[in-house]
Protein backbone atom coordinates (compact mmCIF):
# COMPACT_ATOMS: atom_id res chain seq x y z
CA UNK A 1 0.00 0.00 0.00
CA UNK A 2 1.17 3.20 -0.83
CA UNK A 3 0.67 6.18 1.85
CA UNK A 4 0.24 9.57 0.65
CA UNK A 5 -0.23 12.09 3.21
CA UNK A 6 -0.59 15.60 1.21
CA UNK A 7 -1.84 16.26 -2.07
CA UNK A 8 1.05 17.86 -3.35
CA UNK A 9 3.45 14.47 -4.16
CA UNK A 10 0.55 12.41 -5.63
CA UNK A 11 1.28 10.24 -8.46
CA UNK A 12 -0.46 9.81 -11.37
CA UNK A 13 -3.08 6.82 -10.33
CA UNK A 14 -4.05 4.89 -13.41
CA UNK A 15 -7.60 4.04 -13.52
CA UNK A 16 -8.49 5.37 -10.04
CA UNK A 17 -11.19 3.45 -7.93
CA UNK A 18 -12.19 6.15 -5.56
CA UNK A 19 -14.25 6.16 -2.14
CA UNK A 20 -13.53 8.46 0.08
CA UNK A 21 -14.87 8.30 4.39
CA UNK A 22 -13.08 8.64 7.81
CA UNK A 23 -13.05 4.69 7.75
CA UNK A 24 -12.70 4.36 11.69
CA UNK A 25 -12.55 0.66 13.04
CA UNK A 26 -12.25 -0.36 9.37
CA UNK A 27 -14.47 -2.61 10.71
CA UNK A 28 -16.78 -5.60 8.87
CA UNK A 29 -18.86 -3.24 6.76
CA UNK A 30 -16.15 -1.10 5.80
CA UNK A 31 -14.09 -4.16 4.96
CA UNK A 32 -17.09 -5.20 2.48
CA UNK A 33 -16.69 -1.36 0.54
CA UNK A 34 -12.59 -2.01 0.49
CA UNK A 35 -13.16 -5.32 -1.33
CA UNK A 36 -15.93 -3.97 -3.25
CA UNK A 37 -13.51 -1.44 -4.55
CA UNK A 38 -10.10 -3.95 -4.81
CA UNK A 39 -12.65 -5.86 -7.39
CA UNK A 40 -13.62 -3.05 -9.18
CA UNK A 41 -10.40 -1.51 -9.50
CA UNK A 42 -8.54 -5.17 -10.70
CA UNK A 43 -11.91 -5.52 -13.31
CA UNK A 44 -10.37 -2.40 -14.75
CA UNK A 45 -7.14 -2.87 -14.43
CA UNK A 46 -6.55 0.28 -12.38
CA UNK A 47 -5.92 0.98 -8.62
CA UNK A 48 -8.11 1.20 -5.49
CA UNK A 49 -7.75 4.56 -3.52
CA UNK A 50 -9.58 5.57 -0.62
CA UNK A 51 -9.18 8.91 0.92
CA UNK A 52 -9.58 9.57 4.32
CA UNK A 53 -8.54 13.00 6.44
CA UNK A 54 -6.74 14.05 9.21
CA UNK A 55 -7.64 15.35 11.53
CA UNK A 56 -11.07 13.71 11.86
CA UNK A 57 -13.21 16.46 10.34
CA UNK A 58 -15.85 16.81 13.63
CA UNK A 59 -12.64 17.99 15.09
CA UNK A 60 -12.80 21.09 12.71
CA UNK A 61 -16.65 21.92 12.60
CA UNK A 62 -17.86 19.89 15.17
CA UNK A 63 -18.88 22.17 18.86
CA UNK A 64 -18.98 18.58 20.77
CA UNK A 65 -15.47 17.25 19.24
CA UNK A 66 -14.26 16.92 22.61
CA UNK A 67 -16.97 14.08 23.32
CA UNK A 68 -15.80 12.33 20.34
CA UNK A 69 -14.34 8.57 20.39
CA UNK A 70 -12.36 7.10 18.04
CA UNK A 71 -12.10 3.46 17.33
CA UNK A 72 -8.58 4.36 15.58
CA UNK A 73 -5.67 6.32 15.96
CA UNK A 74 -4.18 7.18 12.60
CA UNK A 75 -1.50 4.91 12.64
CA UNK A 76 -3.78 1.89 13.39
CA UNK A 77 -6.27 3.06 11.07
CA UNK A 78 -3.11 2.84 7.92
CA UNK A 79 -2.05 -0.50 9.67
CA UNK A 80 -5.38 -2.16 9.29
CA UNK A 81 -5.34 -0.71 5.43
CA UNK A 82 -2.70 -2.30 4.74
CA UNK A 83 -3.62 -5.61 6.09
CA UNK A 84 -7.10 -5.20 3.93
CA UNK A 85 -5.22 -4.84 0.32
CA UNK A 86 -5.91 -1.13 -0.37
CA UNK A 87 -3.60 -0.06 -3.19
CA UNK A 88 -3.54 3.83 -2.49
CA UNK A 89 -4.06 5.73 1.07
CA UNK A 90 -4.62 9.08 0.54
CA UNK A 91 -4.63 10.93 4.39
CA UNK A 92 -5.91 14.75 3.10
CA UNK A 93 -5.28 17.28 6.14
CA UNK A 94 -8.48 18.52 6.79
CA UNK A 95 -9.07 22.31 7.62
CA UNK A 96 -11.82 24.80 7.77
CA UNK A 97 -10.46 25.90 3.93
CA UNK A 98 -10.41 22.38 2.99
CA UNK A 99 -14.40 22.62 4.51
CA UNK A 100 -15.27 25.67 2.67
CA UNK A 101 -14.82 24.46 -0.45
CA UNK A 102 -17.90 25.08 -2.94
CA UNK A 103 -19.31 21.47 -4.23
CA UNK A 104 -18.36 22.68 -7.48
CA UNK A 105 -14.81 23.14 -6.46
CA UNK A 106 -14.72 19.64 -4.18
CA UNK A 107 -15.48 17.79 -7.24
CA UNK A 108 -13.16 19.77 -10.23
CA UNK A 109 -10.27 21.03 -7.58
CA UNK A 110 -10.37 18.07 -4.94
CA UNK A 111 -11.69 15.25 -6.87
CA UNK A 112 -10.41 15.15 -10.66
CA UNK A 113 -7.55 17.59 -10.33
CA UNK A 114 -6.08 14.93 -8.02
CA UNK A 115 -7.15 11.75 -9.04
CA UNK A 116 -8.42 11.45 -12.54
CA UNK A 117 -11.10 8.98 -10.93
CA UNK A 118 -12.69 6.27 -13.41
CA UNK A 119 -14.63 5.01 -10.91
CA UNK A 120 -16.24 7.10 -7.38
CA UNK A 121 -17.93 4.46 -4.73
CA UNK A 122 -19.50 6.64 -2.32
CA UNK A 123 -22.53 6.40 0.21
CA UNK A 124 -25.89 6.92 -0.71
CA UNK A 125 -26.40 9.83 1.42
CA UNK A 126 -22.50 11.05 1.52
CA UNK A 127 -22.71 14.79 1.82
CA UNK A 128 -19.50 16.82 0.77
CA UNK A 129 -18.51 20.91 0.13
CA UNK A 130 -18.91 24.19 1.94
CA UNK A 131 -21.94 23.16 4.39
CA UNK A 132 -22.60 19.73 3.08
CA UNK A 133 -24.23 21.11 0.18
CA UNK A 134 -23.09 18.38 -1.68
CA UNK A 135 -24.50 14.64 -2.21
CA UNK A 136 -24.67 11.49 -4.87
CA UNK A 137 -27.01 13.13 -7.46
CA UNK A 138 -24.69 16.61 -7.66
CA UNK A 139 -21.81 14.16 -8.57
CA UNK A 140 -23.39 12.42 -10.71
CA UNK A 141 -23.69 15.51 -12.79
CA UNK A 142 -20.22 15.27 -13.50
CA UNK A 143 -20.06 11.94 -15.26
CA UNK A 144 -19.76 12.77 -18.81
CA UNK A 145 -17.78 15.80 -18.42
CA UNK A 146 -15.16 14.36 -16.68
CA UNK A 147 -15.57 10.48 -17.66
CA UNK A 148 -15.95 8.92 -14.21
CA UNK A 149 -18.59 6.97 -13.64
CA UNK A 150 -20.10 7.23 -9.72
CA UNK A 151 -21.36 3.91 -7.94
CA UNK A 152 -23.52 3.92 -5.02
CA UNK A 153 -23.04 2.86 -1.48
CA UNK A 154 -27.29 1.33 -1.01
CA UNK A 155 -28.96 2.33 1.77
CA UNK A 156 -28.88 -1.01 3.25
CA UNK A 157 -24.95 -0.97 3.49
CA UNK A 158 -24.55 2.27 4.67
CA UNK A 159 -27.32 1.50 7.29
CA UNK A 160 -24.99 -1.83 8.14
CA UNK A 161 -21.87 0.40 8.55
CA UNK A 162 -23.56 3.11 10.91
CA UNK A 163 -24.83 0.19 13.11
CA UNK A 164 -21.67 -1.57 13.10
CA UNK A 165 -19.73 1.98 14.65
CA UNK A 166 -22.07 2.08 17.13
CA UNK A 167 -22.44 -1.23 18.34
CA UNK A 168 -18.60 -1.96 18.43
CA UNK A 169 -18.54 1.56 20.59
CA UNK A 170 -21.24 0.19 23.01
CA UNK A 171 -19.27 -3.25 22.91
CA UNK A 172 -16.59 -1.54 24.13
CA UNK A 173 -17.91 1.15 26.37
CA UNK A 174 -19.82 -2.06 28.30
CA UNK A 175 -16.01 -3.83 28.66
CA UNK A 176 -17.32 -6.13 25.77
CA UNK A 177 -13.82 -6.31 24.26
CA UNK A 178 -14.21 -9.47 22.74
CA UNK A 179 -17.72 -8.70 21.33
CA UNK A 180 -16.39 -6.09 19.83
CA UNK A 181 -13.56 -7.67 18.36
CA UNK A 182 -16.40 -9.82 16.40
CA UNK A 183 -17.55 -7.11 15.41
CA UNK A 184 -14.65 -5.24 13.75
CA UNK A 185 -13.72 -9.00 11.92
CA UNK A 186 -9.77 -8.17 13.78
CA UNK A 187 -9.51 -7.39 17.36
CA UNK A 188 -9.59 -4.24 19.16
CA UNK A 189 -6.19 -2.58 20.28
CA UNK A 190 -4.34 0.40 21.79
CA UNK A 191 -0.64 0.95 21.53
CA UNK A 192 1.56 4.04 23.35
CA UNK A 193 4.78 4.62 24.99
CA UNK A 194 5.79 3.02 28.13
CA UNK A 195 6.35 5.80 30.83
CA UNK A 196 7.25 5.96 34.59
CA UNK A 197 4.61 5.09 37.33
CA UNK A 198 4.58 4.90 40.64
CA UNK A 199 6.48 1.50 40.90
CA UNK A 200 3.80 -0.36 43.28
CA UNK A 201 3.67 -3.00 41.06
CA UNK A 202 7.49 -3.63 41.51
CA UNK A 203 6.56 -4.21 45.44
CA UNK A 204 3.99 -6.68 45.44
CA UNK A 205 5.76 -8.79 42.76
CA UNK A 206 3.50 -7.23 39.68
CA UNK A 207 5.74 -4.92 38.04
CA UNK A 208 3.53 -3.00 35.39
CA UNK A 209 4.89 -1.16 31.84
CA UNK A 210 2.44 2.25 32.19
CA UNK A 211 1.21 2.87 28.58
CA UNK A 212 0.53 6.99 27.89
CA UNK A 213 -2.26 6.82 24.71
CA UNK A 214 -1.40 9.59 22.91
CA UNK A 215 -4.45 10.38 21.28
CA UNK A 216 -6.97 11.82 23.73
CA UNK A 217 -9.81 10.93 21.12
CA UNK A 218 -8.76 7.30 21.23
CA UNK A 219 -11.84 4.78 22.93
CA UNK A 220 -10.34 3.15 26.07
CA UNK A 221 -12.42 0.67 27.27
CA UNK A 222 -14.00 1.13 31.10
CA UNK A 223 -12.03 0.06 34.23
CA UNK A 224 -11.13 -3.11 35.15
CA UNK A 225 -8.71 -6.15 34.25
CA UNK A 226 -8.31 -7.31 31.08
CA UNK A 227 -6.69 -10.59 29.24
CA UNK A 228 -4.51 -9.49 26.51
CA UNK A 229 -2.13 -10.20 24.31
CA UNK A 230 0.92 -7.27 24.20
CA UNK A 231 3.37 -7.07 21.55
CA UNK A 232 6.96 -5.62 22.05
CA UNK A 233 9.23 -5.69 19.16
CA UNK A 234 7.23 -7.34 16.64
CA UNK A 235 6.95 -10.50 19.91
CA UNK A 236 3.74 -11.71 21.09
CA UNK A 237 3.23 -11.77 24.97
CA UNK A 238 0.67 -12.71 27.49
CA UNK A 239 -0.35 -10.37 29.70
CA UNK A 240 -3.16 -8.66 32.02
CA UNK A 241 -4.02 -5.16 31.54
CA UNK A 242 -5.70 -2.70 34.47
CA UNK A 243 -7.53 0.22 33.95
CA UNK A 244 -8.15 2.49 36.63
CA UNK A 245 -7.64 4.82 39.31
CA UNK A 246 -5.84 2.72 41.45
CA UNK A 247 -8.51 3.13 44.90
CA UNK A 248 -6.25 0.78 46.98
CA UNK A 249 -3.70 3.24 47.08
CA UNK A 250 -5.31 6.76 46.59
CA UNK A 251 -8.56 8.20 45.77
CA UNK A 252 -7.34 11.33 44.34
CA UNK A 253 -5.26 9.44 41.57
CA UNK A 254 -5.91 9.76 37.80
CA UNK A 255 -6.90 7.09 35.71
CA UNK A 256 -3.89 5.10 34.59
CA UNK A 257 -2.83 2.42 31.97
CA UNK A 258 -1.03 -1.00 33.28
CA UNK A 259 -0.34 -4.06 31.79
CA UNK A 260 1.88 -6.88 33.91
CA UNK A 261 4.16 -8.67 30.80
CA UNK A 262 4.31 -12.43 31.80
CA UNK A 263 7.27 -13.92 31.67
CA UNK A 264 9.36 -10.80 30.87
CA UNK A 265 11.53 -8.69 32.44
CA UNK A 266 13.67 -6.04 29.98
CA UNK A 267 13.40 -2.30 30.14
CA UNK A 268 11.30 -0.55 27.94
CA UNK A 269 10.85 2.83 28.81
CA UNK A 270 10.28 4.91 26.15
CA UNK A 271 9.19 2.23 23.96
CA UNK A 272 6.20 1.57 21.96
CA UNK A 273 3.72 -1.57 23.25
CA UNK A 274 0.65 -2.54 21.13
CA UNK A 275 -1.93 -4.21 23.05
CA UNK A 276 -4.69 -6.18 22.04
CA UNK A 277 -7.58 -6.72 23.92
CA UNK A 278 -8.68 -10.58 24.35
CA UNK A 279 -11.34 -10.76 27.36
CA UNK A 280 -12.40 -8.80 30.44
CA UNK A 281 -12.01 -10.29 33.50
CA UNK A 282 -13.06 -8.02 36.07
CA UNK A 283 -14.30 -4.32 37.27
CA UNK A 284 -11.95 -2.42 39.15
CA UNK A 285 -12.32 -2.52 43.10
CA UNK A 286 -11.08 -1.17 46.20
CA UNK A 287 -8.93 -3.65 48.55
CA UNK A 288 -8.32 -3.03 52.40
CA UNK A 289 -4.74 -3.86 51.78
CA UNK A 290 -1.72 -4.63 49.21
CA UNK A 291 -1.61 -7.68 50.42
CA UNK A 292 -5.02 -8.60 49.53
CA UNK A 293 -4.58 -6.69 46.33
CA UNK A 294 -1.49 -8.96 45.94
CA UNK A 295 -3.50 -12.35 46.59
CA UNK A 296 -6.28 -10.61 44.11
CA UNK A 297 -4.01 -9.76 41.36
CA UNK A 298 -2.22 -13.99 41.28
CA UNK A 299 -5.86 -15.03 40.98
CA UNK A 300 -6.14 -12.18 37.77
CA UNK A 301 -3.17 -13.76 36.50
CA UNK A 302 -3.93 -17.09 36.97
CA UNK A 303 -7.58 -16.42 35.11
CA UNK A 304 -5.99 -14.48 32.04
CA UNK A 305 -3.59 -17.20 31.27
CA UNK A 306 -6.14 -19.88 31.32
CA UNK A 307 -8.18 -17.67 28.86
CA UNK A 308 -5.11 -16.86 26.42
CA UNK A 309 -4.16 -20.51 26.64
Do not use: W
Not at 224 to 252: E, W
Amino acid sequence: MKIYRDLDNLPIIKNAVLTIGSYDGVHIGHQKIIKKINDLAKSIGGQSVLITFYPHPRLIVSNDSHNLRLLNTLEEKISLLKEYKIDVLVIVPFSLKFAAQSPDQYIVDFLVANFKPSIITIGYDHKFGKNREGNISYLKKFEEQYKFRVIEISKQEVADIAVSSTKVRNALYRGEVSKASQLLGHVYSIQGKVVKGTQIGNKIGFPTANIEVSDKHKLIPPAGIYAVHVYHDNTSYHGMLYIGNRPTINKDLEQTIEVNIFDFNLNIYGHILKIDFVEFLRSDKKFNSLEELQIQLQKDKDLAQKVLN
